[in-house]
């Protein structure tokens, strides 16, 4: 038990559906992450929020729309998704400040068809 | 861009096996982390390392910070089945009191026959 928790864990959608992740952590942090991990590619940092405000943006296409409306939750909104999006997507948390552990959830395996 | 290669990519031996996984950038890091990462599974955190030449052990497994932090190994003595996973490392640089952003390698596939 690593105190974030990721829903749906797993998630089937079309590319013209609209639908969303949720994440939340349960261990006092101040920053949390989305990530992506696909097959045959290192994970990739796709949004850093940081006291509740975003200060990274990792070129991420505009189809990915990040919310976090408090330290606790961070929600990643999908609209018109690609096949090429079908991933785990993780969600960590870590202290803004001072701290070096990046805590994960057990991720959303999403499917794009 | 910073990068973290990891080798081997695969590994597979038996039980009561030596092996050692290598974490290498051409990057400086403030700090290094190991993941062990399931099937279905987030990664989760097995140690960090700060100072460089830092080694930490934690039972069969052993961590090694190069002395320049720029390189990493994982040693796993006897392994056993139950150590089966994608180890993970990635190296943090503090992003302006923002959090700490990770640079993560490519991972490792082990796998321990019984």
């Known amino acids: 038990e690593t105190g974030v928790t990721q829903t749906p864990r797993h998630l089937v959608m079309g590319m013209t559906n609209k639908k969303s992740l949720k994440c939340e952590q349960h261990l006092g942090h101040n920053a949390m992450y989305w990530y992506k991990q696909s097959a045959k590619k290192p994970l990739e940092l796709m949004f850093v929020y940081s006291l509740e405000e975003r200060v990274e943006n ?3 296409p505009s189809r990915f729309s990040p919310e976090c409306p408090n330290s606790s939750h961070l929600f990643l909104h999908l609209h018109t998704l690609q096949p090429e999006d079908s991933a785990l997507y993780l969600c960590a948390s870590s202290q803004a400040t ?6 994960f959830g057990p991720g959303t395996r999403l499917t794009v068809t | 861009t910073q990068l973290l290669e990891q080798s081997p990519q695969f590994l597979s031996i038996q039980e009561g096996e030596n092996l050692t996984v290598y974490c290498n950038s ?3 890091f403030s700090s290094l982390q190991w993941y062990r990462q399931e099937p279905g599974e987030g990664p989760v955190l097995l140690v960090t390392v ?3 030449g830092e080694v930490k052990k934690l039972k069969r497994l052993t961590f090694q910070f190069g002395d320049a932090r720029k390189d990493s190994s994982l040693h796993i003595t006897a392994a056993q089945p139950g150590d089966t996973g994608l180890y993970l490392c990635a190296g943090q640089t503090p992003y302006n009191n923002a959090g700490n952003m990770l ?3 490519g991972g490792t596939r082990l796998m321990v026959k019984p």
Do not use: K, L, P
């Not at chain 1, 001072?98 to 805590?103: I, L, R």
């Open chain 1, 58 to 60: 990792n070129s991420v």
């Open chain 1, 98 to 103: 001072g701290g070096y552990e990046q805590y």
């Open chain 2, 26 to 28: 051409s990057s400086v």
């Open chain 2, 103 to 105: 640079t993560f390698g």
């Open chain 2, 50 to 52: 700060v100072t460089g």
